[in-house]
Every structure is written in structure tokens, then in C-alpha cells.
């Protein structure tokens, strides 16, 4: 029989961002069992600043999908552009002017409001205040808030996962219409979206760095200290690695 240790470090393992999904509906109570999972997490004095919209209209999961287009890829593309080509994101490494990429991009059918549930996570940097004034930074965007809303998403990408289903990470840069789409008040923070749903692409291994290159011992060892020509040389190498993810979309 397995060990607990056995079985988490399976999991990581086998967890993956899927990209292209299934329409088909999640198994009754699984969207409770991840939520459960996320309520869980770690955060600074137990504050639990997180909250969760989850979306199942496919309208309005589509107005999501076409808003993050319009917005945000729109917004990530052109920033993208200041970059040497084969340094971009693989999601925006395409052929042609850049008005020829855009609309290659724009022509992508399938997105992840395919996915039959959507989980909107927002924080309430409010609930910051249990925690010690040092945490905080000035505003509302501290960092134990982002601290705390990342890791309630990662146990509920470890719960997709455990359950059978995928889930893509969706990062949420300008918040502004999302959250009049969603009715969330100003004072709070629209973080990102988590897109759950059976996977549509076949399992892959995941990409990640040998574990002697990151843990030091006793102190920082300067062997390991990449300049910045090497940290962009790790970078190219690492795009040609996970090119092959965002081809299977």
C-alpha cells in the first residue's frame, strides 16, 4: 500500500494545466469537494480572505472568455511583441506580422469557457487586517493576501486533480470588467479564475527544474547563481520544452 508521502507526490505529478476541455458535466459534488479543499488553505493569522464565485452559465462563462480576449490576451499579445520571438509566451509564439498573429490568435475556437465549471476566486484584503501591520503593504493588494488567495488555489487544482479532472490556471491582470460582469464590489480583489473540467488532451509529464539545481544548504551557494545571460539562455531552453503544451490546444 501506497504512503500518504507516496500518494501526494503522485498527484503532483500527475496534475497538469489543461488548455483544451471536455463540455462533458463534472460527477455530482465534485465542485464541493474542490472548494472544500481550497477553504482549508494557509493564510496569515487565519484571515481565510478568499471567496469563490462559481459559474456554470455557459453565457456567462462565454462573456468571461470573450472579455479575457478582448482584454487581457489583447493586452499580454502587445506586450509581448517587445520581446526576441522565441522568447515570447508559447502562447503568442505564432508566424507573420503582428496583425497576422492577433488574428491567429483570435481564430482559437476552443478556450476554457468549454469547461463546465468556472471558479472565480476573489479576496477581501480587509480580512488582512488579522493579521500583523508588517504584512501589509500600501493599499489594498498586501502581500498576505496574495499569499493566501495563491494557496487556496493550489489545493483546489491538487482537488481537481485527485478527483480526475483538469483545471487550468487563469490569471485575472485587469479586473476592472470582470468584475462588473460579476457584480463584485470594488473593495475586493478579482484574483483569477480556475477552469475544471475533463481533459480533452492526453496525460503528459510535467517539465521541472532537478531538484539539487534549487536547494542550497546552510547558506546560498554561488555555484548555483545564474547571470542574466544564463538566466535567459535557461528561458530559451525551457520554451522549447513547453511549446508542446500549447500545441495541443
Known amino acids: 500500500m501506497a504512503t500518504e508521502y507516496e500518494m501526494l507526490i503522485g498527484l503532483l505529478h500527475r496534475r497538469m ?15 464541493e469537494k474542490i472548494l472544500e479543499a481550497g477553504r482549508w488553505a494557509m493564510s496569515g493569522a487565519n484571515g481565510q ?4 464565485i462559481v459559474v456554470t452559465d455557459p453565457a456567462l462563462r462565454g462573456a468571461l472568455f470573450k472579455l479575457y480576449g478582448e482584454e487581457i490576451s489583447n493586452y499580454n499579445f502587445w506586450m509581448e511583441q517587445i520581446r526576441m ?4 509566451h508559447p502562447a503568442f509564439q505564432v508566424e507573420g506580422t503582428p496583425e497576422e498573429q492577433w488574428k491567429k490568435i483570435q481564430s482559437r475556437q476552443q478556450g476554457w469557457d468549454r469547461a463546465p465549471v468556472l471558479i472565480v476566486v476573489i479576496g477581501d484584503g480587509r480580512r488582512q487586517w488579522s493579521t500583523v501591520m508588517g504584512g501589509h503593504t500600501f493599499g489594498r493588494h498586501q502581500s498576505h493576501l496574495t499569499d493566501g488567495l495563491a494557496n487556496t488555489c493550489t489545493l483546489m487544482h491538487l482537488a481537481a486533480a485527485s478527483l480526475g479532472l483538469g483545471s487550468q490556471w487563469i490569471t485575472i491582470h485587469i ?3 470582470f468584475k462588473r460582469l460579476l457584480d463584485v464590489p470594488d473593495v475586493m480583489t478579482l484574483h483569477s479564475i480556475i477552469a475544471v473540467g475533463y481533459p480533452d488532451v492526453p496525460p503528459r509529464e510535467g ?3 532537478p531538484l539539487d539545481e534549487m536547494v542550497h544548504h546552510d547558506r546560498y551557494e554561488p555555484a548555483k547563481y545564474m547571470s542574466n545571460e544564463q538566466i535567459v539562455e535557461n528561458l530559451r ?3 522549447g520544452k513547453t511549446m508542446r503544451t500549447y500545441r495541443t490546444r
Open 17 to 31: 494545466s489543461v488548455r483544451k476541455f471536455k463540455t462533458d458535466p463534472l460527477p455530482e459534488g465534485a465542485v
Open 49 to 52: 480572505p478568499w471567496e469563490f
Open 85 to 88: 520571438p522565441d522568447l515570447r
Open 175 to 177: 479586473e476592472e470588467g
Open 207 to 209: 517539465v521541472r527544474r
Open 237 to 239: 531552453s525551457l520554451r
